[in-house]
């Protein structure tokens, strides 16, 4: 492990998509927190070069080899191979999730029986990759936790359902497609899951409105948030 991947100690490592003000990077709104003054990059970690230590290389190995004996080129396959926080993680182009997820899943070097989910993220600062799609994967034959993570950008969010090759991943992708716009093609019945039907927009992206719903309670009327004294 060299101190690129040690938690905290990226440096100037890694690509920087944003630059957040303040703690939590809200604008247009009195700042209480003490931190209005912050600035600091947003990175996402860099690829990772080997050796990645323990077991990792052996999982990385066998998933390249086994692509290869698929006709499939790894580097094509696999954008990027990041161990960061002790964590394992397999950067994928989404056309190549379903055929990487299965490999995973029935190689017996490999056997990752179990994907836990998978959960949305969005960063705006992306540009042409804002929506990411975060599967876990757990081997409980050999006893190993992984990820997957794909990208697609907002224009065109689309990313192929994992739900054939994992069957509890039905409810996780209506959550994701519900919260974060996230468009998993192939799922038996993506609809929405949280949200009424008619809900315009996606509740947990970054650029959502904080609040704008009023708020009722036991006949009093509660403005939303936005709508709230502000303290400057």
């Known amino acids: 492990m060299n101190a690129q991947n040690l938690p905290g100690q990226r440096g100037d490592h890694g690509e920087v998509i944003d630059t957040r003000r303040g703690m939590f990077g809200a604008a247009g709104g009195g700042d209480t927190s003490g931190y209005g003054g912050l600035v600091r990059s947003v990175r996402m970690p860099g690829a990772t070069s080997r050796p990645y230590g323990g077991w990792f290389d052996e999982v990385a190995d066998e998933l390249e080899g086994a692509l290869d004996e698929q006709g499939l080129v790894p580097e094509n396959v696999i954008e990027k191979t990041v161990v960061d926080r002790g964590e394992l993680t397999f950067h994928i182009e989404r056309e190549y999730l379903p ?30 990759r804002e929506l990411h799609a975060v599967y876990h994967l757990r081997s409980i034959t050999h006893n190993r936790l992984i990820r997957l993570e794909v990208s697609a950008p907002d224009a065109d969010p689309h990313v192929p359902s994992l739900v054939a090759v994992y069957p509890t991943n039905d409810w996780h992708e209506r959550e994701t497609y519900d919260f974060f716009g996230l468009v998993f093609d192939g799922h038996p019945a993506l609809t929405r899951i949280m949200m009424p039907d008619d809900w315009q927009g996606f509740p947990q992206r970054k650029d959502y409105p904080l609040g704008g719903i009023p708020v009722e309670y036991k006949g009093a009327q509660i403005p939303a948030p936005d709508q709230r004294r502000s303290y400057t």
């Open 99 to 128: 055929a990487v997820a299965r490999t995973l899943r029935d190689d017996p070097a490999l056997r990752f029986e179990l994907c836990t989910g998978v959960s949305g993220v969005h960063f705006p600062g992306d540009k042409g």
